[in-house]
């Protein structure tokens, strides 16, 4: 629509005679983007973006919807489609004849999307108050079936185009198929197999499809095609570091090269420019559009990124083009379906995405495999080096998120620790060291000691929006992680100021939960608890997680008590859909069998071998806390009493939980972090 119609001078007459345009950064403002967005979903069935919503003064939504063509595109000049002139015109009109009408209309939308925003609203009774019934295991089973039922079993992922990887539901689906005999009684054993097969299917098929940049790194945000091989061409931040996470856990439990290979692309992405910062931080997104060469007058989605086979064969050479050609799906009339190219961009285009393994196409050619990939590689790098010199680089969202942030932080803390002993270890550093800077520089520039409150956004000096409640749950989830990968206890002190004042500024007492708006604020007409789970995990998942992993660090029994009663205060929605819900799983598990707290103190061979066991284990329901050595623990014994009663300079691998520790012998490390 920006082309179409934000940018033709017909429409700008029409808006500005009759409306008063708003542009919504919905980066910056996530709130009011939810608030209009449940709207255009309640009345129209479906949501997305382009959204765009007509509201009256006081911000109550008369009229909304997605995509509308704007003046001369084929979809208006067919008929049979409203155009974006046409309804600005009758709604102009309409505000013109019958004003009244339209306010009625608007006010008896808001309040039904006010009696529809009190999920998560409803009445804990004071029994509850102080210890809530967790919700039934059965929940993990309900979602299983769930994904079973939309697992498109031709080419991974979830139902039909377009498919977007929706990282968190993967994570779930890795997890089951990792979890304790206890969750695996109640969902089934096989069904927690096939489980993480299903996400590591889905996993393999979008690292090899268009939906990854195969030349440069990152991953798209979603695909136009079931089969992942046309993409939308944008690359977010939030995506990124889920994807990383995700992709870490599944080489975790699986070993598989292919899922480290991903870990190690992704992580590049995001330690290198555009994406880092300079001076710290991560940017929030590269544009899907772009100029093919300097000299071009006009932006084509995925110019960037798309190549005509004769440009391959040029750059790689006639001796490697067909083997390239061929690996990469390469085709001389283009790889993309006319049906799937609205705007005739993609003619004779080529998306790239791998069709064969290296050591398939070796075979086929009566090649060796160190050969084939040699082709391969060097190919790739002259794609690359060709690019980066000749096309200008899709334009960068320069804005450093806190919330996105926290998502990158703690990905990139757990890649850097869980990767340090792997063969391709060397690489950890630089990954840790980009986490560390970020979250040097979300401190220093986006968080105010003396309130403890978050902004939510620099670019080029700080922003005037405040941290929203996700800002605070992913930023903590990411201090933790980070905390785990340095054992230096500031990161945890952080995390801990910042959770206090997530508790202050949106927590709903009487109900339980997170709100995610601040209370008081004047230019929202609802205040909305984020709880399902989308393209970003919903903040009041991450937030039970967040209390009970500091609830287990700490031995504070309020965050745990907290934790229960944010998983409590959705469980009429949790029961009916938990499958949205997936964020909320492991705190489900952790509310029936409590968070296993490891310290690990001193400093010998087998106290190493534990710290490594702890980072490279899946353990979503076990803490480490490291005293001695050169972890950073002043602090943690301040706040933790039982940690400051152990001496710190005795190896020794003690599990804690509920105010006493049980040591362990040296060599029970896989053990403790065992799920069981």
Same mark, same amino acid.
């Given at each position: 629509?920006?082309?179409?119609?934000?940018?033709?001078?017909?429409?700008?007459?029409?808006?500005?005679?009759?409306?008063?345009?708003?542009?919504?950064?919905?980066?910056?403002?996530?709130?009011?983007?939810?608030?209009?967005?449940?709207?255009?979903?309640?009345?129209?069935?479906?949501?997305?973006?382009?959204?765009?919503?007509?509201?009256?003064?006081?911000?109550?939504?008369?009229?909304?919807?997605?995509?509308?063509?704007?003046?001369?595109?084929?979809?208006?000049?067919?008929?049979?489609?409203?155009?974006?002139?046409?309804?600005?015109?009758?709604?102009?009109?309409?505000?013109?004849?019958?004003?009244?009408?339209?306010?009625?209309?608007?006010?008896?939308?808001?309040?039904?999307?006010?009696?529809?925003?009190?999920?998560?609203?409803?009445?804990?009774?004071?029994?509850?108050?102080?210890?809530?019934?967790?919700?039934?295991?059965?929940?993990?089973?309900?979602?299983?079936?769930?994904?079973?039922?939309?697992?498109?079993?031709?080419?991974?992922?979830?139902?039909?185009?377009?498919?977007?990887?929706?990282?968190?539901?993967?994570?779930?689906?890795?997890?089951?198929?990792?979890?304790?005999?206890?969750?695996?009684?109640?969902?089934?054993?096989?069904?927690?197999?096939?489980?993480?097969?299903?996400?590591?299917?889905?996993?393999?098929?979008?690292?090899?499809?268009?939906?990854?940049?195969?030349?440069?790194?990152?991953?798209?945000?979603?695909?136009?095609?079931?089969?992942?091989?046309?993409?939308?061409?944008?690359?977010?931040?939030?995506?990124?570091?889920?994807?990383?996470?995700?992709?870490?856990?599944?080489?975790?439990?699986?070993?598989?090269?292919?899922?480290?290979?991903?870990?190690?692309?992704?992580?590049?992405?995001?330690?290198?420019?555009?994406?880092?910062?300079?001076?710290?931080?991560?940017?929030?997104?590269?544009?899907?559009?772009?100029?093919?060469?300097?000299?071009?007058?006009?932006?084509?989605?995925?110019?960037?990124?798309?190549?005509?086979?004769?440009?391959?064969?040029?750059?790689?050479?006639?001796?490697?083009?067909?083997?390239?050609?061929?690996?990469?799906?390469?085709?001389?009339?283009?790889?993309?379906?006319?049906?799937?190219?609205?705007?005739?961009?993609?003619?004779?285009?080529?998306?790239?995405?791998?069709?064969?393994?290296?050591?398939?196409?070796?075979?086929?050619?009566?090649?060796?495999?160190?050969?084939?990939?040699?082709?391969?590689?060097?190919?790739?790098?002259?794609?690359?080096?060709?690019?980066?010199?000749?096309?200008?680089?899709?334009?960068?969202?320069?804005?450093?998120?806190?919330?996105?942030?926290?998502?990158?932080?703690?990905?990139?803390?757990?890649?850097?620790?869980?990767?340090?002993?792997?063969?391709?270890?060397?690489?950890?550093?630089?990954?840790?060291?980009?986490?560390?800077?970020? +979250? %040097? !520089?979300?401190?220093?520039? &986006?968080?105010? =000691?003396? @309130?403890? $409150?978050?902004?939510?956004?620099?670019?080029?000096?700080?922003?005037?929006?405040?941290?929203?409640?996700?800002?605070?749950?992913?930023?903590?989830?990411?201090?933790?992680?980070?905390?785990? +990968? %340095? !054992?230096?206890?500031?990161? &945890?002190?952080? =995390?801990? @100021?910042? $959770?206090?004042?997530?508790?202050?500024?949106?927590?709903?007492?009487?109900?339980?939960?997170?709100?995610?708006?601040?209370?008081?604020?004047?230019?929202?007409?609802?205040?909305?608890?984020?709880? %399902?789970?989308?393209?970003?995990?919903?903040?009041?998942?991450? @937030?039970?997680?967040?209390?009970?992993?500091?609830?287990?660090?700490?031995?504070?029994?309020?965050?745990?008590?907290?934790?229960?009663?944010?998983?409590?205060?959705?469980?009429?929605?949790?029961?009916?859909?938990?499958?949205?819900?997936?964020?909320?799983?492991?705190?489900?598990?952790?509310?029936?069998?409590?968070?296993?707290?490891?310290?690990?103190?001193?400093?010998?061979?087998?106290?190493?071998?534990?710290?490594?066991?702890?980072?490279?284990?899946?353990?979503?329901?076990?803490?480490?806390?490291?005293?001695?050595?050169?972890?950073?623990?002043?602090?943690?014994?301040?706040?933790?009493?039982?940690?400051?009663?152990?001496?710190?300079?005795?190896?020794?691998?003690?599990?804690?939980?509920?105010?006493?520790?049980?040591?362990?012998?040296?060599?029970?490390?896989?053990?403790?972090?065992?799920?069981?």
């Amino acid at each position: 629509m920006e082309r179409e119609s934000f940018e033709n001078d017909q429409v700008a007459k029409a808006l500005n005679e009759s409306f008063v345009p708003i542009k919504l950064d919905r980066e910056e403002r996530p709130d009011i983007d939810r608030i209009y967005m449940q709207y255009v979903q309640a009345t129209t069935g479906h949501g997305g973006w382009p959204m765009n919503v007509f509201i009256t003064p006081d911000l109550e939504p008369v009229f909304g919807g997605t995509y509308w063509p704007g003046p001369d595109t084929p979809a208006v000049l067919k008929g049979g489609h409203p155009g974006f002139l046409g309804i600005l015109a009758k709604i102009s009109n309409l505000w013109e004849t019958d004003q009244q009408r339209c306010l009625r209309s608007a006010k008896s939308v808001t309040s039904q999307l006010q009696e529809f925003s009190k999920s998560g609203s409803r009445s804990i009774s004071a029994a509850a108050q102080d210890g809530p019934e967790p919700l039934e295991l059965e929940l993990l089973e309900d979602s299983y079936e769930h994904f079973t039922k939309r697992y498109d079993k031709q080419h991974a992922g979830f139902g039909s185009a377009p498919k977007f990887p929706t990282p968190v539901n993967l994570a779930f689906l890795i997890l089951l198929g990792d979890c304790s005999s206890k969750v695996r009684e109640v969902v089934g054993v096989d069904e927690c197999t096939e489980a993480a097969s299903m996400a590591m299917d889905t996993l393999r098929n979008m690292t090899r499809g268009g939906i990854h940049d195969q030349v440069g790194h990152g991953f798209a945000r979603y695909s136009v095609t079931r089969d992942w091989s046309l993409p939308h061409f944008e690359k977010m931040l939030y995506d990124q570091g889920q994807l990383l996470s995700v992709y870490l856990d599944a080489f975790l439990v699986s070993k598989d090269t292919e899922m480290l290979d991903a870990v190690h692309d992704i992580a590049t992405y995001l330690t290198e420019a555009p994406m880092a910062a300079p001076s710290g931080g991560f940017h929030s997104s590269e544009d899907a559009d772009s100029l093919f060469r300097s000299s071009d007058k006009e932006k084509r989605e995925g110019a960037f990124y798309v190549w005509t086979k004769n440009e391959i064969e040029s750059i790689v050479g006639s001796k490697d083009a067909d083997l390239c050609c061929e690996y990469w799906n390469v085709k001389a009339s283009g790889n993309v379906d006319p049906e799937n190219d609205a705007h005739d961009e993609l003619r004779n285009q080529n998306v790239l995405a791998r069709t064969c393994t290296f050591e398939t196409l070796a075979k086929k050619h009566g090649l060796s495999t160190e050969a084939t990939t040699s082709i391969l590689e060097n190919g790739r790098a002259k794609l690359l080096a060709h690019r980066n010199k000749e096309r200008p680089r899709p334009a960068l969202d320069d804005k450093i998120v806190a919330g996105w942030n926290g998502l990158a932080i703690g990905a990139l803390a757990r890649a850097s620790g869980a990767l340090r002993s792997n063969s391709r270890g060397e690489r950890s550093e630089g990954y840790l060291g980009a986490a560390v800077r970020a +979250a %040097t !520089f979300v401190k220093r520039e &986006l968080f105010d =000691a003396p @309130s403890g $409150q978050l902004k939510r956004v620099y670019r080029e000096g700080v922003g005037d929006a405040p941290g929203f409640a996700d800002d605070y749950a992913f930023l903590i989830s990411g201090l933790i992680d980070l905390y785990e +990968a %340095t !054992f230096d206890d500031e990161y &945890l002190q952080l =995390a801990d @100021s910042l $959770q206090k004042t997530q508790i202050t500024l949106f927590e709903d007492p009487q109900n339980g939960g997170f709100f995610s708006t601040q209370a008081g604020q004047q230019d929202i007409i609802l205040r909305l608890k984020d709880s %399902t789970d989308g393209a970003e995990p919903s903040t009041n998942g991450i @937030s039970a997680s967040n209390l009970y992993r500091l609830g287990s660090l700490f031995e504070d029994e309020e965050y745990t008590k907290k934790a229960a009663r944010t998983i409590e205060a959705f469980a009429e929605e949790a029961s009916q859909h938990p499958f949205s819900f997936t964020s909320m799983m492991s705190s489900i598990v952790a509310s029936h069998f409590g968070v296993k707290s490891i310290a690990i103190c001193g400093d010998d061979v087998a106290v190493e071998d534990a710290v490594n066991v702890s980072r490279t284990s899946l353990r979503p329901n076990v803490t480490v806390t490291r005293l001695g050595g050169s972890a950073k623990s002043h602090w943690l014994k301040g706040r933790n009493k039982l940690l400051a009663s152990m001496d710190s300079s005795k190896p020794s691998l003690q599990v804690c939980h509920a105010g006493s520790c049980k040591v362990l012998e040296a060599g029970d490390a896989i053990q403790a972090f065992a799920q069981d």
